[in-house]
């Protein structure tokens, strides 16, 4: 098998071998003297092993020095195995696929979607505890939906001149190193209190969403049970920002 390999590596590529090394390239340049196989491209990359993280942990009697991308750690990661534990190319702690309750960017995530790779972090603080939703009888047309929270805020901020509204609050936020907060959406919002207790810090009170019922009221939800109901836009309530990942 290994013979048919290289056979087929040769009908596509030139070879130089010399000696205890080799090079692989399309140019017949020799390989450098201090590497065992030295593979020279201009318009193509070294593609490792890829492989989810259970299937990296099912790896048995692991070198050290191993080398593999991990498809769903964080973002995706190539990661080397030291002998002992797997590690960042740099040598630090390799990172996990993305979890509820997981610190990361600038607060702690509280939905993943499907992929694995993409959701939803909210700050771990309030930033009000009574704000208005803002301009009652203007008609914003806003979503209900996971994945719109940027978009009606966005909206909001454009239709909306009031200060400090719930939407502005979030929109003009910097917080631990990141400026793209917004407020949430309805089914978000939803999330974020189904794993309150993941998050941390929220009073049992009523947060805004950014999605609107009408153009008097807007989607509210109290952390006290869940209930979610719409209040007119002039009324008060809490702002937690979250931002997508």
């Given amino acids: 098998m290994k013979t048919l390999y290289i056979t087929f590596l040769m009908m596509f590529f030139g070879f130089s071998i010399f000696a205890q090394n080799m090079g692989i390239n ?7 003297g201090s590497a065992m196989l030295d593979v020279s491209s201009t318009s193509k990359g070294f593609l490792p092993p890829r492989m989810t993280y259970t299937e990296r942990n099912a790896i048995t009697g692991a070198p050290a020095g191993l080398i593999v991308w991990c498809s769903n750690c964080a973002s995706g990661e190539l990661q080397v195995y030291n002998g002992t534990t797997w590690t960042n190319m740099v040598g630090g702690g390799a ?10 960017g600038g607060g702690i995530i509280f939905y993943v979607d499907g992929t694995g790779q993409h959701g939803l972090i909210s700050a771990t603080t309030d930033q009000s505890t009574g704000a208005p939703w803002g301009c009652s009888g203007t008609t914003i047309g806003t979503s209900t939906a996971i994945g719109t929270g ?95 990942f």
């Fill in 26 to 32: 399309n140019d017949g340049s020799s390989p450098d």
């Fill in 95 to 104: 990172s996990v696929p993305f979890a509820i309750g997981q610190s990361y």
């Fill in 150 to 244: 940027q978009a009606n805020t966005t909206l909001i901020v454009n239709g909306c001149s009031m200060a400090g509204i719930a939407a502005r609050i979030c929109d003009n936020l910097v917080l631990n190193g990141y400026s793209d907060w917004f407020l949430p959406s309805k089914d978000e919002l939803n999330q974020m209190y189904l794993q309150k207790d993941a998050i941390g810090g929220f009073a049992s009170n009523y947060f805004w969403s950014s999605s609107q019922y009408s153009a008097n009221n807007a989607w509210y939800q109290a952390f006290a049970d869940g209930l979610q109901n719409n209040g007119t836009k002039g009324a008060t309530a809490y702002v937690r920002a979250v931002r997508a």
